[in-house]
């Protein structure tokens, strides 16, 4: 090698260096994801809420998390402040689907990406968020009224049920209610005689199914449940009422969370459908490519599946949530 080519080459290792350097600097810089959580009402809220932190952690993501306690206007003040402190992303599941407009066209204005997981808002302009990812909640009402209308094949007359609907204005009550009646509606045998909210919770799950026992007594067969804590807590208002849940009243819920499988294995609850709460990689993902600029799916949907009781003792210890 001549000298005039050594020279050469030292200085392209040199300049290699020197422009590398800022890039390794630019590579430690941690993303940052501004997270707002609906809040803690439910077991699977808990455990989307694990996920969350879990693989923040493990994508060596900064996560600044936020708890709405189940209130809008908490969300909104949180991703306020996520847009203050200059986020690169903001994630949140919208507790209802309405009113997000103004808050997400703020974060539009700051060039803030925003993703939604889990739950999607009704606004009719879609380029206010990036990607909404999570279940298919229609599709999850329709796997319950599949099964029960598969379940009451070859017996006669009403079936009268009564519906305990998650939190109001929320996509998911919204959804598995419409699903849920689209299937049973082609027979006029199956009536919801009763429906009201129980806000996701156990307690109010529980509060709820003891008026509609009250008003309607030994008339219930079925109970729908839009998520297993609150038919867990409805479980405990039928034995108190005298009553054998999942015998006397047949029992359906959303979620297929674990105390779900227990109360299947225990032979309280007749079925759940699937609901993953383990959103939390595909988020991470989502956020890095987003960073760098890469473009990410519109609509990402979970899959999911349906576990009746029979199956629940032989699924359980597969279960991750
Ligand atoms: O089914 C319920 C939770 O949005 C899918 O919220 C979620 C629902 C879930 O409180 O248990």
């Known amino acids: 090698m001549t000298l005039k080519k050594r020279s050469l080459l030292t200085a392209a290792v040199a300049l290699a260096f020197t422009s590398a350097l800022p890039l390794t600097a630019m590579a430690q810089k941690k993303i940052v994801l501004g997270f707002s959580q609906v809040g803690a009402e439910s077991e699977w809220r808990t455990a989307n809420t694990e996920s969350i932190k879990a693989s923040a952690k493990e994508a060596g993501i ?22 203050a402190q200059k986020v690169d992303v903001i994630a949140f599941s919208p507790v209802v689907e309405s009113g997000w407009d103004t808050v ?62 998650g939190t109001v204005g929320s996509a998911p009550a919204i959804d598995r209610k419409k699903g849920f009646e689209e299937v049973i509606k082609a027979d006029p045998r199956f009536k919801i005689i009763r429906s009201q909210t129980g806000d996701f919770t156990r307690a109010k799950g529980k509060e709820v199914m003891e008026a509609f026992l009250k008003a309607e007594g030994k008339k219930i067969n079925v109970l729908y449940a839009h998520n297993d804590d609150m038919a867990i807590g409805a479980i405990q208002a039928i034995e108190e009422a005298g009553m054998k849940p999942a015998k006397d009243i047949t029992i359906i819920s959303i979620d297929a969370v674990k105390g779900a499988f227990e109360a299947m294995i225990a032979g309280k609850l007749n079925v759940s459908v699937e609901c993953s709460p383990l959103l939390g990689p595909q988020l991470m993902s989502a956020t890095k490519d987003i960073v760098a600029g890469k473009s990410v799916p519109k609509r990402i949907v979970t899959e999911e599946g349906i576990f009746p009781m029979e199956v629940a003792a032989k699924e359980f210890p597969k279960r991750k949530y």
């Open 104 to 165: 997400l066209l703020e974060a539009k204005a700051a060039k803030i990406p925003v993703v939604l997981t889990d739950r999607s808002v009704n606004s009719k302009d879609t380029s206010l968020y990036v990607s909404f990812m999570g279940s298919d909640f229609t599709e999850e009402g329709r796997k319950a009224g599949r099964w029960l209308v598969d379940k009451m094949k070859g017996t006669t007359g009403d079936v009268n049920i009564v519906e305990l609907q």
């Open 62 to 83: 900064e996560l600044k998390f936020s708890d709405a306690q189940q209130k809008q206007e908490n969300q909104i003040k949180a991703i306020r402040a996520f847009i």
